[in-house]
């Protein structure tokens, strides 16, 4: 079986927390993502000072979003701060199939084994064991090797997943947010390291 190449586009953003928050809430106000574009562009919601960057800030939020159903962007636009970073957490996971495969093969498995420490080495053996399988971790240069490491533990630190440096802290997923993963069966729950 030939596997799904890996996007590796997540250099350019990290959580991007108030930007998911800001295109849910005016999605589910407008009911038209073209609308959400060109509203966020005209009137520079993101605030950001070039077209450029607005641009690609929107592009990768959107992306990011635009898969989940009205209740989970409901949650993003409304729920608590834990609701909100899961599901975009979880969106993330949804876009960025390597970033799961970090979060469950990885994480999770150090948390039932009761290892707490996370580094970059765990993500560096993680990715030369996948670059067997997949060519293009084999093609970028390290210094975007070394922006995806940058972003994925500030995406990490960002969902509470990591604290105090690189130290796991297991999650308690909210009832709201296990019932939005169980339901699609998209990504298994482990993305979020549980204590058992």
């Known amino acids: ?9 997540f250099t350019g953003g990290a959580l991007l927390y108030r930007d998911s928050v800001l ?10 993502w073209d609308k959400v574009r060109k509203t966020i562009l005209e009137q520079n919601l993101l605030q950001i000072r070039t077209l450029a ?3 690609r ?6 992306t990011r979003i635009k898969e989940l159903d009205n209740e989970a962007l409901s949650i993003i636009a409304n729920g608590s701060r834990e609701e909100q970073t899961q599901l975009i957490w979880y969106a993330i996971c949804l876009k960025y199939t ?5 979060a469950v093969e990885v994480i999770s498995n150090k948390v039932k084994k009761f290892d707490y420490d996370i580094s970059d080495a765990d993500f560096h053996v993680f990715y030369n064991n996948k670059a067997i399988q997949h060519d293009e971790l084999n093609k970028i240069s390290l210094q975007s090797k ?5 972003n994925l533990f500030k995406m990490l630190k960002d969902t509470g997943i990591v604290i105090d440096g690189k130290r796991i ?3 308690i997923v909210a009832s709201s ?3 939005i993963i169980v339901s699609e069966g998209k990504v298994p729950l482990e993305i979020f390291p549980q204590q058992k």
């Open 53 to 55: 960057a607005q641009r």
């Open 146 to 150: 070394r922006r995806l490491i940058i």
């Open 169 to 171: 802290k297991p999650v």
């Open 177 to 179: 947010t296990k019932k």
């Open 1 to 9: 079986m030939i596997e799904q190449r890996y996007n590796l586009g």
């Open 98 to 102: 390597i970033i799961r495969d970090f």
């Open 23 to 32: 295109l849910a809430k005016l999605y589910l106000d407008l009911k038209d």
């Open 57 to 62: 800030i929107y592009s990768e939020t959107y």
